[in-house]
């Protein structure tokens, strides 16, 4: 059903992913709960206790779409890999949905916020930061290098976008340290890939694309020209 939704999003030419659009929405109500939460329980007032009642209730609405999205982007762009920040990701939003819960039902009737209230409103503020944290690692990569005067630079540059489209999330190109899968600065200068031990060819390089050595999702979509795009692309770092 996702493919469906991404292929139709992409006939408007958008390519991105979905989840960080949303959310914003679900990290903007956990801060706002919190600080108005804050201000409420430093000058008592029921106002601020009510404003921040309504942000919480947001932010619980909020987390179905956001993390339903990011499933959906997970399978998309990392072909459902099983790795270490969407693990992290997938517990800390179960996690953070039980702390939103918990502080709706909670202190239903005050008319003033509790300090107990106001701890729950701070879990869930932490819950969200490190979430996000895992998620900026997952983003970060989309940064890739180009270094300037290729020769034949429009091939180069076709492969760095859709290396920046498919492959950043897992590998940097600045460095040879591993982010997710190993990083692919100067691989063509090398004889062999660090962790399958193949030939650095462009046959290996489409024999991991369409038959993955270890842990990496198959890539079977793309056509001869993009896959050497992305071989003139990894020959340029
Ligand atoms: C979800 C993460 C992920 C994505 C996305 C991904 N890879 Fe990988 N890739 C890996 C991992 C992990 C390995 C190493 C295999 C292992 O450790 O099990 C790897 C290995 C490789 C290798 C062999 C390196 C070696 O040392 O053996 C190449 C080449 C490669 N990937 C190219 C690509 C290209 C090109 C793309 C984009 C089309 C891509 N990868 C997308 C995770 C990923």
Known sequence: MFQ?????????????????????????????????????????????????????????????????????????????????????????????????IIACLSGKKLEKISFGQLFIYLIGLLIVVVIGYFGAELVHGKRVAVSEKQPNE????????????????????DTTATKIGPGFKGIFRQDKFEVSQWPVTRQSVEKQLKTPFGNMPAFEKFDDKEIDALVAYLKSL
């Not at 429009?154 to 897992?170: D, P, T, Y």
């Open 154 to 173: 429009e091939l180069v540059l076709k492969g760095a976008e859709i290396f920046s489209k498919n492959c950043s999330f897992c590998h940097a190109t």
């Open 4 to 100: 469906y939704i991404y292929s139709i999003l992409a006939e408007f030419g958008y390519h991105h992913p979905l989840h960080p659009a949303f959310v914003h929405l679900t990290i903007g109500m956990v801060v706002g709960a919190f600080i108005f939460g804050f201000i409420a329980w430093i000058l008592q007032k029921k106002s601020m206790t009510q404003t921040a009642r309504h942000c919480i209730g947001l932010a619980l609405i909020s987390v179905i779409p956001t993390a339903f999205l990011g499933y959906g982007d997970w399978q998309h762009f990392l072909g459902g890999a099983w790795i270490v920040p969407i693990r992290w990701k997938l517990i800390l939003t179960a996690a953070l949905f039980a702390v939103l």
